[in-house]
Structures are given as structure tokens and as C-alpha cells.
T-cell receptor, first 115, second 110 residues
Framework: GAVVSQHPSRVICKSGTSVKIECRSLDFQATTMFWYRQFPKQSLMLMATSNEGSKATYEQGVEKDKFLINHASLTLSTLTVTSAHPEDSSFYIC???????????FGSGTRLTVV | RKEVEQDPGPFNVPEGATVAFNCTYSNSASQSFFWYRQDCRKEPKLLMSVYSSGNEDGRFTAQLNRASQYISLLIRDSKLSDSATYLCVVGLNNFNKFYFGSGTKLNVKP
């Protein structure tokens, strides 16, 4: 199979603090992982493409200094939401692909609530 | 214009019905197409890839129409468990970037 693990599944943090979300490919190596955000009743929106060993590519309108992405190994990408604010509260999901035939596998998602 | 557009629904159908969803995409260079299923507050899960020749998996049939730039998903003999949101996903640049439709909500009722 192609398993992607995401942690934590749920986090509540105070405004102004930082939160780190981990995305791991458990049984395959992923040179590229993707980070998405989903607000209630809206579609998944691609935030950034995480590239192993190099800088992430951010979508237009996504602040790279606020959403720090690190892809230090072929099985781990992290997303850090820095100085979180209530408007950052959302469902964050990562995805990676083993190969074409598997499509993309998603982590279980992280529900972030900033209070 | 959005990269991928879907009718949000909801489609309310009785058990056993046949239901079809369409999804249009704007970039003719799109190369990869998928249907994902997302249950409430859960991550999306791959339902099926969509190939140029069309493909079928049990009660589910997916088709691609490149000329009109849309993909479709047909569900036969709907089950209660088919109730979910179905996301259309279109990939560009040889599998390098993906765009999601906003999803079509399906409610299958007894």
C-alpha cells in the first residue's frame, strides 16, 4: 500500500504560538509532498509543494514566512504555522504519491483551532 | 475562472438509483484525473483514477472527455454508504501539481 501518517490529528493552541504538523510516508519514499488547507464547506486548497532537500514552492497568497515547510528526509515533511491567529483555524492535510498508479494518498488531517 | 468546477449538489437519491456527476477543468494541458471521496471531517480517499479510455470499478464508472474538458463519475445501484462528497482532481505538469474541485455532495436515502 501507500500509507501517509499525519500528526497530530487535532490541536488547540493559543493565539501567537506556533504549531508543527508532521506528515510521514510510512512505506514509501516521497520526494514531493503537498500541503492543503480546507475551510468548512470549502474545497481543499493547495498551499505549497514540499520538496525534499530544497525549498518549498508556495501557492499565490500563501505566506511562506508564516507557514514554514521543511522536507528534511524522503519520508517526512513538516508544516509549522507560526504566530497562529484564529483565522488560521482550519483542517490541514498533507498528501504524497508512491507512483502514478496509486494516485495521491492523504494523511488523516490535522484540525487546528486557534483560540 | 476556477481550474476545476463541480456542481456542489446535494444530489439526493433513493437507494438503488443511478447518479452521475460531471466535473469540468479549464486547462487543456491537464494530464491526470482522479475522483476522490471525502466523508465528513475526514481526509479524501482515492476512489478511482480516470483514464482516457474510461474505466469501471464495480458500480463506479469514470470517463474522460478531453475535447469538452470534463470528467464524469457514474454510480449505479446507489448504496446508503455511498453518501459522501465526491471530489474531482485534475493534475498538471506530469503529475506535479493538483487542483481540487469543490466537491459534489451525494445523499443516498432509504
Amino acid at each position: 500500500g501507500a500509507v501517509v501518517s499525519q500528526h497530530p490529528s487535532r490541536v488547540i493552541c493559543k493565539s501567537g504560538t506556533s504549531v508543527k504538523i508532521e506528515c510521514r510516508s510510512l512505506d514509501f519514499q516521497a520526494t514531493t509532498m503537498f500541503w492543503y488547507r480546507q475551510f468548512p464547506k470549502q474545497s481543499l486548497m493547495l498551499m505549497a509543494t514540499s520538496n525534499e532537500g530544497s525549498k518549498a514552492t508556495y501557492e499565490q497568497g500563501v505566506e511562506k514566512d508564516k507557514f514554514l515547510i521543511n522536507h528534511a528526509s524522503l519520508t517526512l515533511s513538516t508544516l509549522t504555522v507560526t504566530s497562529a491567529h484564529p483565522e488560521d483555524s482550519s483542517f490541514y492535510i498533507c498528501s504524497a504519491s508512491r507512483d502514478r498508479s496509486y494516485g495521491y494518498t492523504f494523511g488523516s488531517g490535522t484540525r487546528l483551532t486557534v483560540v | 475562472r476556477k481550474e476545476v468546477e463541480q456542481d456542489p449538489g446535494p444530489f439526493n437519491v433513493p437507494e438503488g438509483a443511478t447518479v452521475a456527476f460531471n466535473c469540468t477543468y479549464s486547462n487543456s494541458a491537464s494530464q491526470s484525473f482522479f475522483w476522490y471521496r471525502q466523508d465528513c471531517r475526514k481526509e479524501p480517499k482515492l476512489l478511482m483514477s480516470v483514464y482516457s479510455s474510461g474505466n469501471e470499478d464495480g458500480r463506479f464508472t469514470a470517463q474522460l472527455n478531453r475535447a469538452s474538458q470534463y470528467i464524469s463519475l457514474l454510480i449505479r445501484d446507489s448504496k446508503l454508504s455511498d453518501s459522501a462528497t465526491y471530489l474531482c482532481v485534475v493534475g498538471l505538469n506530469n503529475f506535479n501539481k493538483f487542483y481540487f474541485g469543490s466537491g459534489t455532495k451525494l445523499n443516498v436515502k432509504p
